[in-house]
């Protein structure tokens, strides 16, 4: 922002000397900013992992990962193509095989993709592929 040998212009948070955030007012320097110590919970693979291989099917891995706009959709497709192959007809069936199938595919390409939701979920973002 400012180099530590000029006065910075205008009032407002500015990096200090020593790197460190600190208001300064216009006519001097105040205190410095307040540093957050407050515990983050970081996101594991092995977790999440675990998540997908146990409760994948109801989407527990995705709500685990912040993933909540697509994690809803595991449980409804589960319930859905269970409900849809425990019918006794056979047009409701193969309904029931093709959700099942477009499961299926999803959870393998999410147990690819784990390691970029994991960072994602920790604040090092990449690219979703």
């Known amino acids: 922002m400012t180099s530590p040998n000029t006065t910075p212009p205008v009032a407002g948070w500015h990096v200090n000397a020593r790197g460190q955030q600190q208001w300064w007012d216009g006519s001097s320097w105040g205190p410095l900013a307040p540093q957050h110590s407050a515990p983050v919970s970081l996101k594991t693979r ?32 589960t319930i859905t193509q269970a409900i849809f192959l425990a019918s006794g007809y056979p047009s409701t069936r193969a309904i029931g095989i093709g959700i099942l199938a477009v499961l ?19 604040g090092t973002p990449r690219p979703l592929y």
């Open 104 to 122: 299926v595919l999803w959870l393998f390409i999410d147990l690819w993709r784990i390691p970029i939701l994991v960072d994602n979920a920790n």
């Open 46 to 77: 092995t977790a999440a992992n675990l998540l997908w291989f146990f409760l994948g099917g109801f989407g527990a891995h995705r709500f685990y990962l912040r993933r909540f706009g697509t994690a809803w959709m595991f449980p409804v497709m």
